[in-house]
């Protein structure tokens, strides 16, 4: 099999060059975080080294949140339109993409995935209470102004509190797309053995699997229909400097809705350090992960290594073992 190489494995390219050598119609679940290139704060990926890759669609010299060019997301449409084509091609007929975003680009991403094929099923959200505002005030500008330090103070005083329109950010959408279907869902199900949504998993207490989630406890309401368990120190990884790694649980999460068969295959074109095909393994599911940096295709293998080391962070393979060939024709037969 042309992916066989590929299976169970980091590897370090860049996901345009490399998609083209996944097999068509291969893989179960895409689940990424993609790098935005809006500006060096967004410090998604090591800047110096993006930089250096000359990737044309990398954004620079953007006074942090001070510039608003409109150009950044049409780029960016431009380029996730060509990486979702691509996921398009190789995921199975009826398999899942779940895409993360920012609330600000998450229109521009969601159409690309769109105009690539795909049909956009619906939008997780990540509902977090704790971020940096990155708004600024005026008194920098209003300093500079051309008049006299009493009119300034003035002005000031009227404009206290007033910033840049960046508010808190508190959630981060997910764009849920699939693959249009092989006939209907019972039928996609039983050829490629994925298209449905186990709605067996549970979400805070013992709660129907929801589109919104959290790792924070915020109260009893919301914790009791969205709280997934918060990240640990252990899972990330003393030695994982990634600026962005996203919690094992929402990574678990979406998989288990997604992935049925034992053998699926999750991909990560954008794996960082590795949290998804963490993920994966942990569910006893396979995986592959691409990136563009060496430095976080090593901490990857180090985090994957490390389950090896420690069997009993494989704890939720007991659920999917009943999730076998077999187990899907026989549940679908009683149904
Ligand atoms: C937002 S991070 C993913 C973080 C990941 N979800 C985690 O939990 O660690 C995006 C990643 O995309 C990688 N990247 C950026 N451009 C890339 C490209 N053209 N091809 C492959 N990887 C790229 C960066 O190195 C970065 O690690």
Redesign the pocket.
Same mark, same amino acid.
């Given at each position: 099999m042309k992916n066989d190489k590929f299976i169970n494995n980091i590897i370090c390219? $860049? /996901?345009?060059e #490399?998609l083209p050598r996944v097999e068509t119609n291969s893989i179960d679940v895409v689940l990424? $975080? %993609? %790098?935005y290139f809006l500006d060096k704060l967004d410090n998604?990926? $090591?800047y110096e080294?993006?930089s250096n890759?000359s990737?044309q669609y990398t954004i620079k010299s953007l006074p942090a949140g001070m510039k608003f060019d409109r150009e950044q997301g049409k780029k960016f449409y431009a380029w996730y339109l060509k990486i979702s084509a691509e996921i398009f091609r190789i995921l199975k007929p009826g398999g899942f993409f779940f895409s #993360?975003s920012s609330p600000r680009l998450y229109h521009r991403m969601a159409s690309a995935i769109d105009d690539a094929g795909f049909e956009i099923r619906d939008a997780f959200m990540w509902l977090y209470t704790q971020n940096q505002a990155k708004a600024m005030g005026v008194d920098h500008f209003i300093k500079k102004m051309d008049i006299d330090e009493k009119a300034k103070e003035k002005i000031k005083e009227k404009l206290k509190g007033w910033k840049t329109p960046q508010i808190k950010s508190c959630f981060e959408p997910i764009a849920m797309a699939q693959k249009p279907t092989d006939q209907t869902y019972l039928k996609n199900m039983l050829k490629h053995e994925v298209g449905l949504f186990d709605t067996n998993v549970r979400i805070g207490d013992n709660m129907y699997p929801a589109n919104v989630f959290t790792v924070d406890k915020i109260d009893e309401l919301i914790d009791r229909a969205f709280l997934l368990p918060k990240p640990t120190k252990k899972e990330k990884g003393d030695y994982n400097d990634?600026k962005? !790694?996203?919690p094992l649980a929402i990574?678990e999460y979406l998989i288990k809705l997604s992935a049925f068969s034992k053998d699926a295959v999750v991909l990560? %074109? #954008? !794996? +960082?350090? +590795? /949290? /998804?095909a963490v993920a994966a393994k942990k569910l006893g599911k396979n995986y592959i992960g691409? $990136?563009?940096?060496e430095k976080?295709v090593k901490i990857s293998e180090r985090r994957l290594s490390e389950l090896d080391k420690k069997p009993n962070l494989f704890r939720n393979i007991a659920n999917t073992e009943k999730q076998e060939k077999g187990g899907l024709q026989i549940q679908l037969q009683i149904a």
């Amino acid at each position: 099999m042309k992916n066989d190489k590929f299976i169970n494995n980091i590897i370090c390219a $860049d /996901t345009l060059e #490399f998609l083209p050598r996944v097999e068509t119609n291969s893989i179960d679940v895409v689940l990424t $975080d %993609p %790098p935005y290139f809006l500006d060096k704060l967004d410090n998604n990926w $090591d800047y110096e080294e993006v930089s250096n890759k000359s990737n044309q669609y990398t954004i620079k010299s953007l006074p942090a949140g001070m510039k608003f060019d409109r150009e950044q997301g049409k780029k960016f449409y431009a380029w996730y339109l060509k990486i979702s084509a691509e996921i398009f091609r190789i995921l199975k007929p009826g398999g899942f993409f779940f895409s #993360f975003s920012s609330p600000r680009l998450y229109h521009r991403m969601a159409s690309a995935i769109d105009d690539a094929g795909f049909e956009i099923r619906d939008a997780f959200m990540w509902l977090y209470t704790q971020n940096q505002a990155k708004a600024m005030g005026v008194d920098h500008f209003i300093k500079k102004m051309d008049i006299d330090e009493k009119a300034k103070e003035k002005i000031k005083e009227k404009l206290k509190g007033w910033k840049t329109p960046q508010i808190k950010s508190c959630f981060e959408p997910i764009a849920m797309a699939q693959k249009p279907t092989d006939q209907t869902y019972l039928k996609n199900m039983l050829k490629h053995e994925v298209g449905l949504f186990d709605t067996n998993v549970r979400i805070g207490d013992n709660m129907y699997p929801a589109n919104v989630f959290t790792v924070d406890k915020i109260d009893e309401l919301i914790d009791r229909a969205f709280l997934l368990p918060k990240p640990t120190k252990k899972e990330k990884g003393d030695y994982n400097d990634h600026k962005t !790694v996203k919690p094992l649980a929402i990574c678990e999460y979406l998989i288990k809705l997604s992935a049925f068969s034992k053998d699926a295959v999750v991909l990560d %074109p #954008f !794996v +960082g350090s +590795g /949290t /998804t095909a963490v993920a994966a393994k942990k569910l006893g599911k396979n995986y592959i992960g691409i $990136d563009a940096n060496e430095k976080y295709v090593k901490i990857s293998e180090r985090r994957l290594s490390e389950l090896d080391k420690k069997p009993n962070l494989f704890r939720n393979i007991a659920n999917t073992e009943k999730q076998e060939k077999g187990g899907l024709q026989i549940q679908l037969q009683i149904a």
